[in-house]
Nanobody, 129 residues
Framework: QVILVESGGGSVQAGGSLRLSCAASGNTGDLRYMGWFRRPPGDERVGVADISIGDIGGSRTWYSDLVKGRFTVSHDNAKKTMYLEMNDLKPEDTAMYYC???????????????????WGRGTQVTVSS
């Protein structure tokens, strides 16, 4: 079992920045992928960014076209924490942000939401114009 706890959400004006954190605890030794998802008000959940963990050649990352160039995903193995650095935030980035984790190899990239086994409870990000 893996427990994920998000933090770092808040309210900012357009053009501002936030850094989300996702701390993992429990049986984290086998984690292979982590991802960020968001659910805008009244809309469905969508993928934001994925990162692979423990790859010999270094982590792979994926970003939604909606955030590419503005958001950066990273992972600190020692702290067992994933981050999402969000810059140049826009009102359309307003959403509940969730982190997810998977502890087995998966044959597709990016990892679809339905494949992730563990989910956090979310942290709210609100961007005002």
């Amino acid at each position: 079992q893996v427990i994920l706890v998000e933090s770092g959400g808040g309210s900012v004006q357009a053009g501002g920045s936030l850094r989300l954190s996702c701390a993992a605890s429990g049986n984290t030794g086998d984690l292979r992928y982590m991802g960020w998802f968001r659910r805008p008000p009244g809309d469905e959940r969508v993928g934001v960014a994925d990162i692979s963990i423990g790859d010999i050649g270094g982590s792979r990352t994926w970003y939604s076209d909606l955030v590419k160039g503005r958001f950066t995903v990273s992972h600190d193995n020692a702290k067992k924490t994933m981050y999402l650095e969000m810059n140049d935030l826009k009102p359309e980035d307003t959403a509940m942000y969730y982190c997810a984790a998977l502890n087995e190899y998966y044959g597709r990239w990016p990892i679809p939401g339905v494949a992730y086994k563990f989910w956090g409870r979310g942290t709210q990000v609100t961007v005002s114009s």
